[in-house]
């Protein structure tokens, strides 16, 4: 079952003069259940991608689906109650509240939808429990190691128990260590709690984990690789390479 379609999704900035194209035509589909990295040279919209597909940002044509919502019909209240309990975000840099510890970040985005304070962080510890981070909840951010943060930041996404996960480089501020026991995790979220994973990456070896990888180049789809969670980094790191030089 598709959980998300594009159709003719096109992102233009600048003026009608000189318009510059960050996507340009792109029509995309993702399963259920799947795993896609989003693979690319720098600025070839790969972000971007990721933002209309999260309705961080709105097209200017074209269409965006998630389920049967259509995201770039919704209003912006409505569009911020589907980010809320249909995606999860987890970014490069962490995005905790310092001054709040890891059960109280993961349990924000229940308690701003309404859920009570209790429950929210009876839920938060479970969710942090599937990180591996039970010990770690009563620490703030910066008493955790980034890899410690980030688990933290995905339990947050996974709280709300969205439909869709989506990561714009998560692992790209980790260690290969730290990086490896997240995408990990990101590949189990799949697996085992059916959720669909978006993945920009820029690391052919967090690629690999993936089943599809989609190659962007100037704001169009130009190649993909279906995995099934089995890629090979050397190979996918040589794919890259192509699309860089076409």
Same mark, same amino acid.
């Given at each position: 079952?598709? #959980?998300?379609?594009?159709?003719?999704?096109?992102?233009?900035?600048?003026?009608?003069?000189?318009?510059?194209?960050?996507? &340009?035509?792109? &029509?995309?589909?993702?399963?259920?259940?799947?795993?896609?990295?989003?693979?690319?040279?720098?600025?070839?919209?790969?972000?971007?991608?990721?933002?209309?597909?999260?309705?961080?940002?709105?097209?200017?044509?074209?269409?965006? /689906?998630?389920?049967?919502?259509?995201?770039?019909?919704?209003?912006?209240?409505?569009?911020? +109650?589907?980010?809320?309990?249909?995606?999860?975000?987890?970014?490069?840099?962490? &995005?905790?509240?310092?001054?709040?510890?890891?059960?109280?970040?993961?349990?924000?985005?229940?308690?701003?939808?309404?859920?009570? +304070?209790?429950?929210?962080?009876?839920?938060?510890?479970?969710?942090?429990?599937?990180?591996?981070?039970?010990?770690?909840?009563?620490?703030?951010?910066?008493?955790?190691?980034?890899?410690?943060?980030?688990?933290?930041?995905?339990?947050?996404?996974? #709280?709300?128990?969205?439909?869709?996960?989506?990561?714009?480089?998560?692992?790209? &501020?980790?260690?290969?260590?730290?990086?490896?026991?997240?995408?990990?995790?990101? +590949?189990?979220?799949?697996?085992? /709690?059916?959720?669909?994973?978006?993945?920009?990456?820029?690391?052919?070896?967090?690629?690999?984990?993936?089943? +599809?990888?989609?190659?962007?180049?100037?704001?169009?789809? #130009?190649?993909?690789?279906?995995?099934?969670?089995?890629?090979?980094?050397?190979?996918?790191?040589?794919?890259?390479?192509?699309?860089?030089?076409?």
């Amino acid at each position: 079952m598709q #959980v998300i379609r594009t159709e003719g999704l096109t992102r233009i900035y600048g003026d009608t003069a000189q318009p510059v194209y960050a996507l &340009n035509g792109v &029509n995309l589909s993702v399963d259920e259940g799947e795993f896609v990295a989003i693979m690319g040279p720098s600025g070839s919209g790969k972000s971007t991608l990721l933002y209309l597909l999260g309705g961080l940002e709105r097209p200017s044509s074209g269409t965006v /689906w998630l389920r049967d919502a259509r995201l770039d019909s919704l209003n912006d209240e409505a569009l911020s +109650r589907l980010r809320r309990t249909q995606l999860g975000f987890v970014f490069q840099f962490f &995005n905790l509240i310092p001054v709040l510890t890891a059960r109280e970040n993961v349990a924000m985005p229940l308690i701003l939808d309404g859920v009570k +304070r209790d429950e929210a962080l009876r839920r938060a510890d479970e969710a942090l429990a599937r990180v591996g981070l039970s010990e770690r909840g009563a620490h703030r951010p910066a008493e955790l190691s980034g890899g410690e943060q980030q688990r933290a930041a995905l339990a947050r996404a996974l #709280v709300t128990n969205p439909a869709v996960i989506m990561g714009d480089e998560p692992t790209g &501020n980790l260690d290969s260590r730290a990086g490896e026991e997240v995408v990990k995790l990101l +590949r189990r979220a799949a697996d085992e /709690w059916g959720r669909t994973i978006l993945l920009v990456t820029h690391d052919p070896r967090i690629a690999a984990y993936a089943d +599809r990888i989609i190659f962007l180049k100037d704001g169009q789809i #130009v190649d993909e690789n279906r995995l099934k969670g089995q890629g090979n980094a050397d190979h996918i790191r040589e794919q890259l390479g192509k699309v860089a030089i076409r």
